[in-house]
C-alpha cells in the first residue's frame, strides 16, 4: 500500500554512466516532483510536472532528464554521470487542487557514483 | 527571493526535554508553512501545517505557529522522546506556485 515507491534504494555506478531513478504514486495526484539531497540535508527541488507536463525545471544540468508516461509515474534519467551527481533523490507527488497542496514524498533513492 | 532559515543543528537533548527549533521565513506573497520530519533512512513526512496568520499546526505533540508579523513558525515539544530524533524541515509555498522552498534542515538527537 506504499503511497510514493521509487526503484532502486539504492544505486551505486561509475562515472561517466547512465543510469535512471523510477517513481510511483498510487494516490490519485496529478502533479510530482524530483528533489536532491545532498550530504549536508539540504532539499532542491529540480523537475515537477502537472498531468505529464513540465512546469518546474531549475537550473539542473541537461544530462538530467525527467520523463513522465502518464500522471502516476516520473522517472529521471540522468547521462554520463559525475561524482558530484552522488546524492539522494526523492520523488514526491501532491494533488494541485486544495488549500494545502502537500507533498507526499517516496523513501529515496541514495546514489553513489565511484 | 523566497527562502527559509532555520536555526542550525545539531540539537542533543534528554528525554523529556523541551525542544525549540526556530524557523523565520522571506516571501514576496502570503505563504503556506509546513515542517517536514525525515526519520533516518526514510523520506520526508508532513509533521504539521499552517496556511494563514495566526493558524497554529499540531501533530504528534509538536505544535508550531503563523506569526506574519514576525515572519516565523517556530516548531515546538513540551517532552520529547528518543523516537523524535529525525532531521525537522521548516518549508514555505506561495499560492498557486507548485514547489516548496526548504530551510536547510535541523538534525535533533533525542538521548534516553
Known amino acids: 500500500d506504499t503511497a510514493v515507491s521509487q526503484t532502486p534504494k539504492y544505486l551505486v555506478t561509475q562515472m561517466g554512466n547512465d543510469k535512471s531513478i523510477k517513481c510511483e504514486q498510487n494516490?490519485?495526484?496529478?502533479?510530482m516532483y524530483w528533489y536532491k539531497q545532498d550530504s549536508k540535508k539540504f532539499l532542491k527541488i529540480m523537475f515537477s510536472?502537472?498531468?505529464?507536463?513540465?512546469?518546474i525545471n531549475e537550473t539542473v544540468p541537461n544530462r538530467f532528464s525527467p520523463k513522465s508516461p502518464d500522471k502516476a509515474h516520473l522517472n529521471l534519467h540522468i547521462n554520463s554521470l559525475e561524482l558530484g551527481d552522488s546524492a539522494v533523490y526523492f520523488c514526491?507527488?501532491?494533488?494541485?487542487?486544495?488549500?494545502?497542496?502537500?507533498?507526499?514524498f517516496g523513501p529515496g533513492t541514495r546514489l553513489t557514483v565511484t | 527571493g523566497n527562502s527559509v532559515t532555520q536555526m542550525e543543528g545539531p540539537v542533543t537533548l534528554s528525554e523529556e526535554a523541551f525542544l525549540t527549533i526556530n524557523c523565520t521565513y522571506t516571501?514576496?506573497?502570503?505563504?503556506?508553512l509546513f515542517w517536514y520530519v525525515q526519520y533516518p533512512g526514510e523520506g520526508l513526512q508532513l509533521l504539521l501545517k499552517?496556511?494563514?496568520?495566526?493558524d497554529k499546526g499540531s501533530n504528534k505533540g509538536f505544535e508550531a505557529t503563523y506569526r506574519k508579523e514576525t515572519t516565523s513558525f517556530h516548531l515546538e515539544k513540551g517532552s520529547v522522546q528518543v523516537s523524535d530524533s529525525a532531521v525537522y524541515f521548516c518549508?514555505?509555498?506561495?499560492?498557486?506556485?507548485?514547489?516548496?522552498?526548504f530551510g536547510a534542515g535541523t538534525t535533533v538527537t533525542v538521548r534516553a
Open positions: 514526491a507527488s501532491s494533488r494541485t487542487s486544495g488549500a494545502f497542496y502537500e507533498q507526499y
Open positions: 516571501a514576496t506573497g502570503y505563504p503556506s
Open positions: 499552517a496556511t494563514k496568520a495566526d
Open positions: 494516490l490519485g495526484h496529478d502533479t
Open positions: 518549508a514555505l509555498r506561495l499560492p498557486n506556485d507548485y514547489k516548496l522552498s
Open positions: 510536472y502537472n498531468n505529464k507536463e513540465l512546469i
